[in-house]
């Protein structure tokens, strides 16, 4: 891409900054991609960096600190292959600050919805989590019963609850339990949790966790709420939110989508 500068001359200048190429509902990728270039090149001057795009996100001159993180940078150049994956990055920052937060509190890690492992494994490799005294739970159902209503998830069936646990196969503190939340959660789950990220695309099972896992986030702990503010999950952002307030807590709503809340 190029842009003019505040001088209004012409000379070609890159621009800098992460640029993922989804955007959910969008029709026309082609007049979208073409909007975007032609918004992005009236920047001027030194506005034309700090650029992200993608996940419904366009912001400019913007630090973009994990960027300069080379730990989490690596593992997401190992772990995102696809331009889904590549292009939530924000997203998966904000699971590495909780999760790095959650750090300097006791507890494990759990992530109800864990699908193929993606985020989950940045954060194992960008906090060294195999040599941590903690166990990260990633529970999922990695199968649909038939005529089920959950979100199509385009890898869900087959073998990828093998697929999964081999992806961390090196890891003997990740466990990847399958079944039903909250259902299995009675079968197993940890007795106090840290860090908690939750992302089922569905009302009942991101209450039913919520209700299990609540009282055992240490204080201080971090819960992320995945898909929280965006509107096509409107529904589990006003269950969500009442809950919360039932309890004294507030959401806040992250530019990422997610919802955030501090125990
Ligand atoms: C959007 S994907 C999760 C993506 C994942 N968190 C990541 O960061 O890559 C949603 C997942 O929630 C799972 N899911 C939906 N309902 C569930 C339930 N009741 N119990 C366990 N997993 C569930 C689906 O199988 C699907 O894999």
Redesign the pocket.
């Known amino acids: 891409m190029q842009n003019e500068n505040e001088a209004g001359d012409a000379t070609p200048r890159k621009m800098t900054g992460w640029f993922g190429p989804t955007f959910f509902g969008v029709r026309d990728r082609a007049r979208f991609a073409a909007g975007l270039e032609q918004m992005l090149g009236t920047l001027g001057g030194g506005w034309a960096s700090g650029i992200f795009t993608g996940d419904n996100l366009i912001t400019f001159s913007k630090n973009l600190s994990f960027l300069e993180d080379e730990a989490f940078m690596a593992a997401v150049a190992r772990h995102a292959t696809n331009e889904v994956e590549r292009s939530i990055v924000w997203r998966t920052a904000v699971l590495y600050w909780a999760a790095r937060n959650g750090l300097r509190r006791p507890g494990d890690f759990v992530?109800?919805?864990?699908?193929?492992?993606?985020?989950?494994r940045i954060l194992c490799d960008a906090l060294d989590f195999g040599d941590l005294p903690r166990r990260y739970w990633l529970?999922?159902?990695?199968e649909?019963p038939p005529g089920s209503s959950?979100?199509r998830?385009p890898e869900?069936g087959g073998d990828l609850y093998e697929r999964t646990r081999a992806r961390f196969a090196d890891l003997p503190n990740v466990w990847v339990v399958k079944?039903?939340?909250p259902e299995?959660l009675h079968a197993g789950a940890p007795r106090q949790v840290a860090f908690l990220?939750i992302?089922?695309?569905?009302v009942a099972?991101e209450i039913g966790a919520l209700e299990f896992f609540f009282d055992r986030v240490s204080p201080g702990g971090i819960i992320v709420l995945?898909d929280y503010g965006y509107q096509g999950y409107r529904d589990q952002r006003d269950a969500e939110r009442a809950w919360f307030a039932a309890r004294g807590c507030h959401v806040l709503e992250l530019p990422t989508s997610q919802g955030l809340i501090i125990r």
Do not use: Q, R
């Open positions: 992530e109800c919805g864990c699908y193929k492992g993606t985020s989950a529970y999922d159902l990695f649909y959950h979100t998830m869900i079944g039903s939340v299995v990220h992302d089922m695309n569905a099972p995945d």
